[in-house]
Nanobody, 125 residues
Framework: QVQLVESGGGLVQTGGSLRLSCVAS????????MGWFRQAPGEEREFVAV?????????YYVDSVKGRFTISRDNAKNTVYLQMNSLSPEDTAVYYC?????????????????WGQGTQVTVSS
């Protein structure tokens, strides 16, 4: 089993930045793909970003965050990060970290095996 714990959420003004962290514990392996999702009130859970490894590190983002968000990982710390810049009220949501026991670009929530509890991000206008 793998446990994921997110942190770093909070309240920020429009144009501000936050960095989310997701620490993995348990049977962690580098051969995992790690993703970030978000869910706003009344909305479905939405893919945000994924990081994976296949002879090199690959990342993929939803169009709405490209150029503003950056996903990265520190394998030595079993931690995945989501650096979020130029935040807008539309980014307000609970952000979830997810892990998949396979390598690849996975953008569907059902593709993931493990989930964190979520961290709230609120962007004020």
């Amino acid at each position: 089993q793998v446990q994921l714990v997110e942190s770093g959420g909070g309240l920020v003004q429009t144009g501000g930045s936050l960095r989310l962290s997701c620490v993995a514990s348990g049977r962690t392996r580098t051969s995992y793909s790690m993703g970030w999702f978000r869910q706003a009130p009344g909305e479905e859970r939405e893919f945000v970003a994924v990081i994976t490894w296949s002879g090199g590190e690959f990342t993929y983002y939803v169009d709405s965050v490209k150029g503003r968000f950056t996903i990265s990982r520190d394998n030595a710390k079993n931690t995945v990060y989501l650096q979020m810049n130029s935040l807008s009220p539309e980014d307000t949501a609970v952000y979830y970290c997810a892990g998949r026991r396979a390598l690849g670009i996975f953008t569907m929530a059902r593709d993931y095996d493990y989930w964190g509890q979520g961290t709230q991000v609120t962007v004020s206008s």
